[in-house]
């Protein structure tokens, strides 16, 4: 189980990942906006536009699933359920959320589930 000092780091790292990603998604959304205003002249100006937009959209998926993550694990940290594996219910080792602060199973359990979804 964590000690009250190590749930108000991961608290921390948390809440400033999440302070990044949301900056990152307003500047990522105005550049997006602000493509669509260009005035595309040919074909080639088009492709590499919409290149750009397939990876900037990827981004933008990927951060706001991240986001919702960090957001999951900052409201158990406030119901003092951070760190618990959400299948085994056992707790998940320090080393693993301090490698992925917002782990919501256990080493085991996630290899479970990942080979679940394949």
Known sequence: MLKKEE??????????????????????ELELDAMRDLELND???????????????AILTQQRKELAE???????????T??????????IGKKRLEVKNFARFCITCREITEKEQM
Do not use: H, W
């Not at 749930?7 to 990522?28: C, D, P, Y």
């Open 7 to 28: 749930m108000q780091v991961f608290s921390e790292k948390l809440s400033a990942r999440k302070k990044q990603i949301e900056k990152n998604l307003a500047g990522t």
């Open 43 to 57: 074909e080639g100006d088009f492709a590499a536009a919409s290149a750009e937009t397939i990876v900037d959209s």
């Open 70 to 80: 960090i957001e999951l694990a900052l409201d158990k940290i406030k119901k003092g």
């Open 82 to 91: 951070y760190g618990i594996c959400e299948m085994c219910e056992e707790p």
